[in-house]
Protein backbone atom coordinates (compact mmCIF):
# COMPACT_ATOMS: atom_id res chain seq x y z
CA UNK A 1 0.00 0.00 0.00
CA UNK A 2 1.09 3.34 -0.98
CA UNK A 3 1.16 6.28 1.84
CA UNK A 4 -1.11 8.03 -0.10
CA UNK A 5 -3.61 4.91 -0.14
CA UNK A 6 -2.90 4.73 3.87
CA UNK A 7 -3.47 8.42 4.65
CA UNK A 8 -6.62 8.39 2.83
CA UNK A 9 -7.99 5.33 3.88
CA UNK A 10 -7.60 6.17 7.82
CA UNK A 11 -8.70 9.72 6.75
CA UNK A 12 -4.94 10.67 7.94
CA UNK A 13 -2.58 13.66 7.78
CA UNK A 14 0.94 14.00 7.29
CA UNK A 15 2.88 16.13 9.83
CA UNK A 16 5.62 15.99 8.48
CA UNK A 17 7.36 16.11 4.48
CA UNK A 18 6.55 12.77 3.16
CA UNK A 19 6.54 10.46 0.23
CA UNK A 20 3.62 9.74 -1.09
CA UNK A 21 4.80 6.95 -2.86
CA UNK A 22 6.30 5.19 -0.32
CA UNK A 23 5.41 1.31 0.16
CA UNK A 24 4.06 -0.59 3.04
CA UNK A 25 3.57 -4.01 3.46
CA UNK A 26 2.79 -4.63 7.49
CA UNK A 27 1.98 -3.16 10.26
CA UNK A 28 2.86 -3.06 13.91
CA UNK A 29 0.64 -1.49 16.77
CA UNK A 30 1.50 -0.74 20.64
CA UNK A 31 2.17 1.96 23.03
CA UNK A 32 4.45 -0.05 24.55
CA UNK A 33 7.66 0.34 23.18
CA UNK A 34 9.52 -2.07 24.90
CA UNK A 35 7.50 -4.63 22.61
CA UNK A 36 8.38 -2.92 19.60
CA UNK A 37 11.92 -3.08 20.59
CA UNK A 38 11.41 -7.08 21.32
CA UNK A 39 9.00 -7.70 18.31
CA UNK A 40 9.98 -5.73 15.72
CA UNK A 41 12.31 -6.77 12.94
CA UNK A 42 15.59 -3.99 12.48
CA UNK A 43 15.38 -2.73 8.62
CA UNK A 44 11.53 -2.57 8.84
CA UNK A 45 11.59 0.32 5.93
CA UNK A 46 8.03 -0.74 4.68
CA UNK A 47 6.55 -1.22 8.37
CA UNK A 48 4.23 1.86 9.90
CA UNK A 49 4.39 1.89 13.41
CA UNK A 50 1.28 3.06 14.93
CA UNK A 51 0.88 4.48 18.11
CA UNK A 52 -0.83 6.57 20.84
CA UNK A 53 2.67 7.10 22.77
CA UNK A 54 3.15 10.73 21.36
CA UNK A 55 6.57 11.49 22.36
CA UNK A 56 10.35 11.28 21.62
CA UNK A 57 10.34 7.57 22.86
CA UNK A 58 8.30 6.40 20.03
CA UNK A 59 10.03 8.34 17.67
CA UNK A 60 13.78 7.01 19.22
CA UNK A 61 12.20 3.55 19.08
CA UNK A 62 11.31 3.84 14.93
CA UNK A 63 14.59 5.30 14.57
CA UNK A 64 16.41 2.51 16.19
CA UNK A 65 15.00 0.03 13.91
CA UNK A 66 14.35 1.95 11.08
CA UNK A 67 11.23 2.40 10.72
CA UNK A 68 10.64 5.08 8.73
CA UNK A 69 6.61 5.89 9.37
CA UNK A 70 5.14 6.45 12.26
CA UNK A 71 1.21 7.29 12.49
CA UNK A 72 -0.49 8.43 16.11
CA UNK A 73 -3.58 7.62 16.59
CA UNK A 74 -6.86 9.39 18.62
CA UNK A 75 -6.22 12.72 17.09
CA UNK A 76 -2.53 12.84 19.48
CA UNK A 77 -0.46 16.05 19.82
CA UNK A 78 3.04 16.10 18.89
CA UNK A 79 5.06 19.01 20.45
CA UNK A 80 7.23 21.21 18.23
CA UNK A 81 10.05 19.59 19.44
CA UNK A 82 9.13 16.68 18.52
CA UNK A 83 8.33 17.25 15.26
CA UNK A 84 11.98 18.71 14.51
CA UNK A 85 13.44 15.45 16.47
CA UNK A 86 11.56 13.27 13.47
CA UNK A 87 12.68 15.90 10.75
CA UNK A 88 15.95 15.82 12.10
CA UNK A 89 15.96 11.42 11.83
CA UNK A 90 14.07 11.45 8.55
CA UNK A 91 11.03 10.15 10.27
CA UNK A 92 7.41 10.58 8.75
CA UNK A 93 5.04 11.09 11.22
CA UNK A 94 1.26 10.77 10.50
CA UNK A 95 -2.03 11.10 12.33
CA UNK A 96 -5.59 9.26 12.45
CA UNK A 97 -8.50 10.30 14.62
CA UNK A 98 -9.54 7.11 14.68
CA UNK A 99 -8.92 4.85 17.33
CA UNK A 100 -6.11 2.00 17.53
CA UNK A 101 -8.38 -0.53 17.02
CA UNK A 102 -10.14 1.11 13.74
CA UNK A 103 -6.76 2.05 12.23
CA UNK A 104 -5.67 -1.52 12.65
CA UNK A 105 -9.08 -2.88 11.31
CA UNK A 106 -8.72 -0.90 8.29
CA UNK A 107 -5.20 -1.48 7.56
CA UNK A 108 -5.00 -5.26 8.04
CA UNK A 109 -8.54 -5.13 6.29
CA UNK A 110 -6.72 -3.17 2.94
CA UNK A 111 -3.72 -5.80 2.55
CA UNK A 112 -1.21 -4.93 5.32
CA UNK A 113 0.19 -7.97 7.19
CA UNK A 114 1.42 -8.50 10.78
CA UNK A 115 4.98 -7.79 11.45
CA UNK A 116 7.07 -11.09 11.71
CA UNK A 117 9.04 -11.39 15.09
CA UNK A 118 12.16 -10.96 15.73
Do not use: W
Not at 43 to 70: F, Y
Not at 93 to 102: D, I, V
Amino acid sequence: MKLKQLLQLIDGTALTPYDENQEFNYVFASDLMSDVLALVQKDSDQTVLVTGLCNAQSLRTADMLDIGTVLYVRDKHVSDEDLQLAESMGLTLLATRCTMYETCGLLYGHGLKPVEKA
